[in-house]
């Protein structure tokens, strides 16, 4: 066999998150760092990394970085027997941050172990949906469908998951709809940054507590999911128009709920007051969020808000929204 390479992009939420697991919308973009796969010919199985390199006797989990490599063989239905090559994993992307790293990561995988089986993932519905299947299955998480669609059509894009609030019980559930709007940008750039404190944490647990109380049907989850989901809709017309203070306000807007409903963290807040104190005129969490994680800030004044940010947060990254989703190397 030939190298087979593949990257793909963490993503940021603009508005709309964490609505893509209650059947909602988001605008989310793509960020300029990437997750990357490479499968080499070996004479058995291996895995590396920039750190260390394995040989598996299974593929069980064992909860390690390469954990992601055994989901993606074992939901493809490989062995190790049936797997003669090393896969290689690197990725930019901080782990655990709200940048859907891991997602990143395990669409490259999946989109290798799939060109080496000499499969197509030219529809990317397709692609998308089968990794986020793999994730949940072999994982046993309660995740979104936000990740994987940005991991494959990288870009800023509007995103509607209507009727995915079973999140694959459904065996008609439709494929999201995807409207890319950089587009509508026309060179403009777009004047988003994102601040991460640099602690890790599980975006399964974080988002477990709020879809066991949406499945139980309390109010406030059900009904700030439903807000949220229409905040990302005027998002779209704020970003389409250029009106920074009208995207700011809804994602403050957007903020506000979920820390209501107990999904931000302190360090968090403290990122998003920084921000706000200094210029910024909205932010909020990126991700999943809980005790760590990421935020995205608006500031048209980023002399000012950006140095009183980086105080707080172990790294500012810019957004990329004209980046590619998944592809080959």
């Known amino acids: 066999m030939r190298p087979i390479g593949c990257s793909a992009p963490g993503r940021a939420g603009i508005v709309g998150n964490p609505s893509d697991m209650y059947g909602g919308t988001v605008v989310s973009t793509a960020i300029p760092l990437r997750a990357r796969c490479t499968l080499e010919p070996a004479a058995r199985l291996t895995f590396q990394s920039p750190e260390r390199l394995i040989a598996p006797d299974t593929l069980d989990l064992v909860g390690d970085e390469f954990d992601v490599c055994r989901v993606a063989l074992r939901g493809l239905g490989f062995t190790v027997e049936s797997a003669p090559f090393a896969v290689r994993i690197e990725t930019d992307i901080p782990a655990q941050s709200g940048l ?46 936000q990740d994987f669609y940005m991991a494959v059509w990288g870009g800023l894009n509007l995103m509607e998951f209507r009727d995915k609030q079973q999140l694959g019980a459904d065996p008609d559930e439709p494929w999201a709809v995807v409207e890319p709007l950089a587009g509508y940008l026309r060179g403009a750039s777009l004047p988003l940054w994102l601040a991460t404190t640099g602690g890790t944490r599980f975006s399964g647990t974080v988002h477990a507590n709020l879809r066991t109380r949406w499945e139980s049907g309390e109010p406030s989850v059900v009904d700030g999911m439903q807000h949220i989901s229409r905040l990302a809709h005027a ?3 704020a970003l ?37 104190e200094n210029g910024a005129l909205g932010a909020k969490l990126a991700g999943a969020g809980g005790a760590s994680g990421t935020i995205i800030l608006l500031t048209l004044a980023p002399e000012k808000t950006l140095p009183a940010v980086r105080e707080l947060a ?14 080959r190397l």
């Open 235 to 237: 998002a779209k017309i």
């Open 100 to 145: 859907a790293g891991s997602s990143a990561l395990l669409t490259a995988i999946v989109a290798c172990l799939l060109h080496y089986r000499g499969e197509l993932w030219r529809a990317p519905h397709l692609l998308a949906e089968r990794v986020r299947q793999i994730e949940a299955r072999e994982l046993q998480v309660a995740c979104g469908y």
């Open 314 to 327: 172990e790294r500012v990254i810019p957004i990329a929204p004209c980046a590619p989703g998944v592809m």
């Open 240 to 276: 389409v128009e250029q009106d920074w203070t009208r995207l700011a306000h809804l994602m403050n807007e957007n903020y506000t709920i979920v820390r209501t409903l107990g999904g931000s963290g302190e360090r968090l807040d403290q990122l998003v007051a920084c921000a706000l």
